[in-house]
């Protein structure tokens, strides 16, 4: 093949994949991208991750992927009277979307960063245990130290082949977050609100967290890829 060819080849994969123009699946099929078998989700807190990929774990669980989830913090500072209601809430949310089994570490809230080389003491064994080929973190950029620690402990840990996706934590202070991955979850948006709706003690507590956020935030990212809704990702890194 004739070097410009193969330039415009890759050109056009690339945009298909990047700009989203293609579907998704039909890239995986194709052989461009590998199909996930073993997933697993990262959060610093109860809450994060099914806000982030709550969707797209729903849909990954459907086409018959293993999920795996973690929390690196229980959050039971901000409930003093029930100490375990973040955690049982997650477990809750976690099975809701398919995780069979989720895990709770139980590092100090918004004191991550103190706890950098433990936590990833804890990713190794995860990495080890899971042997995962996609990797959902919060946003490298997060404003929120938490968010941020547990993304850039995993982003260290996990240097296999696994593709790393950021996901995306609708909140103050998070309008930096500019997809580059669109997942459509049309199909699955109603279970990603049926899982957040376990977090009872976060309505009202937080002026972002209500169902016509997470709906008007889908749609966003739905308008932006031509699906009706959508999660947003920025890759980290991709295979192939
Ligand atoms: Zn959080």
Known sequence: MALS??????????VELYTLQG?????????????PRKVLALGAHPDDIELGCGGSLVKLNESGCQLHAAIFSRCSDETPDE??????????????????????????NRELPEHRHDMMHEMEKLQAMVEPDLVFIPFLEDPHQD??????????????????????????????????????ISATLDRKIAALSHYRSQFKRRAYFDEESFRSLARTR?????????EGFVVYKMFW
Request: hydrophobic share 40%.
């Open 23 to 35: 579907d998704a699946t039909a890239a995986m099929s194709a052989g461009f991208v590998v199909t």
């Open 222 to 230: 739905g308008a932006q890829s031509g699906y009706d809704y959508a």
């Open 147 to 184: 968010h941020e620690t547990v993304a850039r402990a995993a982003a260290r840990t996990f240097r296999r082949r696994e593709t790393i996706l950021q996901y995306e934590i609708i909140r103050y202070g998070s309008h930096s977050f500019t997809p580059s991955l669109f997942i459509d």
């Open 83 to 108: 100490p375990t209601l973040r955690a049982r809430e997650f477990e809750l949310a976690a099975r809701e979307v398919g995780v069979k089994r989720p895990l709770l570490f139980d590092f100090p």
């Open 5 to 14: 060819s193969l330039l415009s080849l890759l050109k056009t994969t690339r």
